[in-house]
């Protein structure tokens, strides 16, 4: 995704991104900052208090601590870490932050680019029912399965029975 976002804006005439802030972790934070290095791209870790030691930084151009009981997840700390870096993108990797539409319009409305999707498309694709909605409306093939979300074991059973599903299934949060 990164690298493509990054093709597409060259590709239009745009600006390069010149600082990118990871706002993640490990193995994911590795990759971006690698693949920052082979285009060009500044890089800034972010490390949390009760992190200490872990290996992400090693491979980023710059490394700012955050303070506090939060950590990654301290949507005020990355922002105000990424202005004070200089960074004018921002990319969540994966889990933590990178599906919560709160910190997608923050970065935003601190004039960061959001390395992902839309903060309105994040909302759409935290709400399962929706997004099965939407996915629907728009003629992608889904599984059998109901339109709603099941309250209980025997809701369950019965939503099975009335679309004619066998064992084995599997239940997904209507959340996250």
């Known amino acids: 995704l990164f690298r493509s976002l990054v093709a597409q804006q060259v590709l239009a005439g745009g600006a390069r991104f010149q600082k990118v802030l990871v706002a993640n972790r490990g193995e994911i934070a590795i990759r971006i900052f690698r693949a920052c290095r082979e285009l060009g791209i500044k890089s800034v870790a972010i490390v949390a208090d009760d992190d200490p030691g872990c290996l992400h930084p090693t491979f980023a151009d710059a490394v700012i601590q955050l303070k506090g009981a939060l950590g990654y997840r301290d949507i005020d700390a990355i922002v105000h870490a990424a202005g004070e870096a200089g960074a004018d993108a921002v990319h969540p990797g994966y889990g933590f932050l990178s599906e919560d539409p709160v910190f997608a319009r923050r970065c935003e409305g601190a ?55 066998a064992y084995p299934i599997m239940l997904k949060a209507v959340a996250g």
């Open 111 to 165: 004039g960061l680019t959001f390395i992902g999707p839309s903060p309105e498309v994040v909302e759409l694709f935290g709400d399962k029912t929706r997004a099965r909605e939407f996915a629907i409306s728009c003629k992608v093939p889904v599984l059998r399965g109901p339109v709603r979300p099941c309250t209980g074991v025997e809701d369950v059973r019965s939503e099975m029975r009335r679309l004619d599903i």
